[in-house]
């Protein structure tokens, strides 16, 4: 299959991103279309003895969005933005799914009106892996909509519940609705509303309400609520995770001779902890919902993130994940018959 990534997105562009373009082609065995400056491109590959053909490929692109421009606005005016233009490769046939560290804004905005809605969705939702005690958690949405209606977090529910299924291989994920108790009483006007609208729905495994420290247990595979309070987890769990690793090096560091040593046969099991918290592990998140495969990366996403971009959308692509998020809703009635 052949990937397009907009190779001006992201904090590291456009060297990280063919780095990391070039560990994907290694490990997976896909051709990678490189969209931007082709002179910075070019100048990049050279610096790294990349020969422009062999799986690696050039598209250029004269514009970038900026992360302070309107996502929507800018996708309008910048026909020629790397991110358009990498969409609309995937929109041409011609790549299999789009990747961007660039602005998450832009991205969702690009697949919105370069690949189009799926039948009968409303709103893309942004599916970010979360790691817990026992596996991978899938947030839904963590930042595509800042305000969702009931039927939207359903649609979420069923989209990361088969996401879920299909890429991460969990048989029957359990869905939890995020809330502020377990009790089905408990809640805001939209997570009251949307709990019994789950409650009907017959394809998914749906086992109430869950509390924000119910993530990082594991006690669910799939947990839906809107983008805002999505978002507000994500960095939160972003920001504990690094600092309790800098809790752990400065408590180290601060030890007598003798705690320093006994440390030093604990650090594999540091150095498996924090591949574990490393966003970089798990790529990028993909945004379910468009007709395609679109994954979002972190702004500041290296190498090893944009080579593991790669394999969620290969993965994505070989699962025909959107295709069996079309059947899905198409036959789920409550979508039709209640909710707003």
Not at 37 to 49: P, Q, S, V
């Amino acid at each position: 299959m052949k990937v397009a990534i907009d190779a001006m997105g992201g904090d590291h562009a456009p060297e990280e991103i063919l780095l990391g373009a070039m560990a994907a082609v290694k490990d997976y065995g896909c051709d990678i279309v490189l969209v931007g400056d082709e002179t910075l491109l070019r100048e990049a590959m050279g610096k790294h003895g990349v020969r422009e053909g062999e799986h690696i490929f050039v598209h250029h692109a004269s514009e970038v969005i900026d992360m302070h421009e309107s996502p929507g606005a800018a996708v309008r005016k910048k026909r020629d933005a790397s991110v358009v233009v990498a969409t609309r490769l995937v929109k041409e046939g011609e790549c299999a799914a789009v990747i961007s560290a660039g602005s998450t804004g832009a991205a969702v905005a690009a697949a919105l009106f370069g690949l189009g809605r799926l039948p009968k969705i409303e709103r893309a939702t942004i599916a970010t892996p979360i790691p817990n005690l026992t596996g991978t958690t899938m947030l839904l949405d963590s930042g595509a909509n800042v305000d969702s209606k009931p039927k939207h977090l359903v649609q979420s529910a069923i989209m990361g519940s088969i996401y879920a299924k299909y890429v991460l291989g969990v048989e029957n994920p359990r869905v939890g609705l995020l809330s502020i108790g377990e009790e089905e009483t408990k809640g805001n006007e939209l997570t009251l509303s949307t709990y019994p609208l789950l409650a009907q729905v017959q394809n998914i495994n749906f086992v109430g309400n869950i509390e924000g420290r119910d993530i990082p247990q594991g006690t669910v595979d799939v947990v839906v609520c809107d983008g805002f309070v999505g978002n507000v987890v994500l960095k939160f769990g972003e920001g504990l995770a690094s600092a309790i690793m800098r809790l752990l090096k400065d408590a180290v560091q601060q030890s007598g001779f003798l705690t320093k040593m006994a440390s030093l046969m604990l650090l594999p099991v540091l150095k498996r902890l924090r591949k574990k918290l490393d966003y970089a592990e798990y790529g990028g998140a993909p945004l379910l919902g468009v007709n395609g495969c679109c994954i979002i990366c972190h702004g500041s996403s290296k190498a090893k993130a944009i080579k593991n971009a790669v394999r969620v959308a290969k993965e994505f692509t070989e699962q025909q994940v959107a295709t069996h998020i079309s059947e899905m809703i198409a036959k789920e009635e409550v979508l039709t018959h209640g909710g707003n």
